[in-house]
């Protein structure tokens, strides 16, 4: 039985109502404490190409999406009030050169009081009168669709909602499962289009056919990397034609529902024991660190702990040899990975207040010698994160080492032997449990 991904799925109906009342409850705080009355979210609009007449894909404003699960409705609003019902006001122009938005219907109408308007001239008057006790969320690049509000993303209100974001309510939670099932689906595609001989580009093809997503569609642009193109951390160049030997694969790619995102990685051997036993090495390592997940827990001290395991690992797979302090401490773990352990999950891919120590705002840098950890919160329940460690041949990074203590903990012939098959990294979608964690990724991957 297929998942049903419409907004008719009366699972997902069935939580909604709940969610919405945790939307309001943070938005009443947040009005709050910035001393306003009413919020106004808008929606968004298309951008043009500079010097074209045809616009960029269309990215809604994710405070909207938190709301409504509409991501393809540009130059709407929502209109709250607290202790009202709020406002949707639906934009549905007279257009033949495009195709328009259809008649709001789904799980979540029953939410709204939905005003559907044919013009940007008939906004205003759905907007409450008291302009000076509104705040507007959103990007305004044309100061006239903020129809005279003057605070715009104050900075109170915007730090109150991010903090508030990182903890997903049971709707969330359920439609993140089925973005999981989704980007598993590609995965499967994407696997087998691999063991192919497919080109990247005709995997990605696959990917996203599995997936039913258009480019614009997609949480990111997908990382499909064959052999040596595994070390370059963001590759989206998609060779058209298949190299001349297949040795590896890496894919990170994910895919969304109702605006919320998954975010898978895997790496794959072609047939090399070799390579495919430091595969398995990296698999069991990233288990090792879920299982330390649990609410309380530093994220800092667990991105930290992992190159303490990665240390050792380097050490069991011939690449590097010492201690793992010393590997540590000499810069030879952050060569072979240099990223974050993982980041915030949600309707944004790299979610917001993922450095946010308080509402108010508070940052918690990253550890020192770590700046790319984009998470550094303590980790509370219900918070959806990543897990991706990640071992590369990269080689601007490892020469760095040359020449300093680090350059005799390398093992220079070994680093040869991976650097055609790029690197490892391994990902899952996380959720954080009171003593533990629901692996969302592992579990869709079982269900297919």
Known sequence: MNPDYTDKNPALGALYGDH?????????????????????????????????DYHHPFKANPHFVSWAPLTA??????????????????????????????????????????????????????????????????????????????????????????????????????????AAERGATGHVAAEAAFRAGKSEFDIHRAYCKAVSHTDPELPYGNIIALNEHGAVLHYT????????????????????????????TRTYSNGDQRFQDLIDRMDAMELEIIGRVQAGIDYRELHVGTHKTLATLLVDAELAIGDPETLLETGVTSA????????????QVHDVGGHQENEAGTIIDPPSGHPFLRLTR?????????????????????ENLRGTPAENHVNWDTVDWLRPYGGVRVEDDIRVMANGQENLTRDAFARL
Not at 250 to 259: N, R
Request: glycine content about 8%; aromatic content about 10%.
């Open 20 to 52: 919405i009342q945790t939307v309001m409850a943070r938005h009443d705080h947040a009005l709050e404490q910035a001393g306003a009355s009413h919020a106004v979210i808008y929606s968004g609009n298309p951008k043009l190409a500079f010097l074209d």
């Open 73 to 178: 409705l540009p130059f709407s609003y929502i209109v709250y009030t607290p202790g009202s019902t709020p406002v949707l006001i639906y934009y549905q122009p007279h257009d033949y050169w495009h195709v328009v938005p259809g008649a709001p219907g789904g799980y979540w109408t029953s939410q709204f009081d939905v005003r559907v308007v044919h013009s940007t001239e008939d906004i205003a008057a759905h907007l409450p009168e008291d302009r000076e006790k509104c705040i507007a969320i959103g990007e305004f690049a044309d100061e006239a669709l903020a129809f005279g509000i003057e605070r715009v993303n104050p900075t109170t209100a915007v730090n109150i909602l991010h903090f508030a974001r990182g903890v997903k309510t049971e709707y969330e939670l359920a439609v993140m499962r089925l």
């Open 237 to 264: 160049d998609l060779d058209r034609d298949v190299p001349g030997a297949i040795r590896s694969f890496l894919i990170d790619a994910g895919a969304q529902v109702h605006g919320y995102a998954s975010d898978i």
């Open 336 to 347: 072979f990975f240099p990223h974050g352990l993982g980041h915030l999950l949600g309707i």
């Open 378 to 398: 303590a980790l509370e329940e219900d918070m959806v994160l990543t897990i991706e460690p990640g071992l590369y041949v990269i080689d601007m990074l490892l």
